[in-house]
C-alpha cells in the first residue's frame, strides 16, 4: 500500500466547478510524465494531436480500457476482502469519508477504485469524448445534478454488478474502433456512437458510486488522492 497524501494536500483539494473536467486536467498532467516513462521502456505511445482513427491511437485507448479492466478485477477482489471482515455483510450502508483514511481493507478497495476512474479518464482524453456528452448523459456527474447525502442501501451483489457492467461498456466502446493493427483497409470511426459508448463508461461509474453512497465532490477528492498518489510514483521512479 502506498504512503498517503500529507494533510497539507489534503486540505488544498479544491472541487471544482466541473468535475468531470477537472478529472480530466489531472489526467492530462500525469499522462505527460507516463508517456515519457512507457517510451523510454520501448513503448509506442501516440501524441497530442490524437486522430481518432488512427490504427495506433485506437489501439492506444484499447490498452487504457484494458488496463480499467484489471483495475475492476483487482476492485472486486478488494470488494470481498471488505465484505467478508464484516459482521452480516449483506448491506452496503457506509458513508465513505473523503480519504483514504479508513481501514485497511476499505482503503485498498476505494484505491482500487480510483485506478478504474484514472484509466477510463486517459483513455476518455484520447478519444476527445466531449464532457458535455458525459453530463448530458449521465445524471450523477452532471454539475447540475444537487448533491446531497445518499441513503441507498445496496447489496453486495447490487455493488458487484454494477461492477461487472464496466467491462462489458467498454467492450461495447470499443467494437467501435475499427482499424485494428491487422487491418488493411482504413475505416473512419463512428465518433457519435463511440462517444456514447464511452459516456456510459463514465455512467457506470457514477452508479457504483452511487451505491457506495459516495456524492460527485467526494468522487472527485479520492480520484484527487490517488492523482498525488501517482504523482509521488513517478518522483520516486516506482
Same mark, same amino acid.
Given at each position: 500500500?502506498?504512503?498517503?497524501?500529507?494533510? +497539507?494536500?489534503?486540505? %488544498?483539494?479544491?472541487?471544482?466547478?466541473?468535475?468531470?473536467?477537472?478529472?480530466?486536467?489531472?489526467? $492530462? &498532467?500525469?499522462?505527460?510524465?507516463?508517456?515519457?516513462?512507457?517510451?523510454?521502456?520501448?513503448f509506442?505511445?501516440?501524441?497530442?494531436?490524437?486522430?481518432l482513427?488512427?490504427?495506433?491511437? %485506437? @489501439?492506444?485507448?484499447?490498452?487504457?480500457?484494458?488496463? *480499467?479492466? /484489471?483495475?475492476? *478485477?483487482? *476492485?472486486e477482489?478488494a470488494?470481498?476482502?471488505?465484505?467478508?471482515s464484516?459482521?452480516?455483510?449483506?448491506?452496503?450502508?457506509?458513508?465513505? !469519508?473523503?480519504?483514504?483514511d479508513?481501514? +485497511?481493507? /476499505? $482503503? @485498498?478497495?476505494? +484505491?482500487e477504485?480510483?485506478? #478504474?476512474?484514472?484509466?477510463?479518464? /486517459? @483513455?476518455?482524453?484520447? =478519444?476527445? #469524448?466531449?464532457?458535455e456528452?458525459?453530463? /448530458?448523459?449521465?445524471?450523477?456527474?452532471?454539475?447540475? &445534478?444537487? !448533491?446531497?447525502?445518499h441513503t441507498?442501501?445496496?447489496?453486495?451483489?447490487?455493488?458487484?454488478? =454494477?461492477?461487472? !457492467?464496466?467491462?462489458?461498456?467498454?467492450?461495447?466502446?470499443?467494437?467501435?474502433?475499427?482499424?485494428?493493427?491487422?487491418?488493411?483497409?482504413? $475505416?473512419? &470511426?463512428?465518433?457519435?456512437?463511440?462517444?456514447?459508448?464511452? *459516456?456510459?463508461v463514465w455512467?457506470?461509474?457514477?452508479?457504483?458510486?452511487?451505491?457506495?453512497?459516495?456524492?460527485?465532490? &467526494?468522487?472527485? $477528492?479520492?480520484?484527487?488522492?490517488?492523482?498525488?498518489?501517482?504523482?509521488?510514483?513517478?518522483?520516486?521512479?516506482?
Open positions: 500500500m502506498s504512503n498517503q497524501p500529507s494533510i +497539507e494536500t489534503l486540505n %488544498q483539494i479544491v472541487t471544482p466547478d466541473s468535475i468531470v473536467q477537472g478529472i480530466l486536467d489531472h489526467q $492530462r &498532467t500525469l499522462m505527460v510524465r507516463y508517456d515519457e516513462i512507457e517510451e523510454a521502456a520501448g509506442i505511445v501516440p501524441h497530442s494531436p490524437w486522430d482513427d488512427n490504427k495506433f491511437v %485506437q @489501439a492506444r485507448i484499447k490498452e487504457l480500457m484494458f488496463r *480499467a479492466v /484489471e483495475e475492476v *478485477a483487482e *476492485a477482489d470488494l470481498v476482502s471488505v465484505l467478508e464484516r459482521p452480516g455483510n449483506m448491506l452496503w450502508n457506509a458513508k465513505w !469519508q473523503d480519504t483514504f479508513s481501514n +485497511e481493507l /476499505e $482503503r @485498498a478497495f476505494l +484505491e477504485i480510483s485506478d #478504474v476512474m484514472h484509466f477510463v479518464a /486517459e @483513455a476518455t482524453i484520447l =478519444a476527445g #469524448v466531449p464532457v456528452k458525459i453530463t /448530458e448523459l449521465s445524471h450523477f456527474w452532471s454539475d447540475d &445534478t444537487p !448533491q446531497g447525502v441507498l442501501s445496496a447489496s453486495s451483489c447490487d455493488i458487484a454488478s =454494477a461492477m461487472y !457492467q464496466i467491462p462489458i461498456i467498454l467492450g461495447g466502446a470499443a467494437r467501435f474502433l475499427k482499424n485494428k493493427p491487422w487491418k488493411q483497409t482504413h $475505416r473512419a &470511426t463512428d465518433t457519435d456512437s463511440f462517444f456514447s459508448e464511452m *459516456a456510459k455512467c457506470g461509474m457514477g452508479k457504483i458510486f452511487d451505491l457506495l453512497n459516495i456524492t460527485r465532490s &467526494t468522487a472527485f $477528492r479520492l480520484y484527487t488522492l490517488k492523482f498525488h498518489i501517482n504523482q509521488q510514483r513517478q518522483e520516486s521512479g516506482y
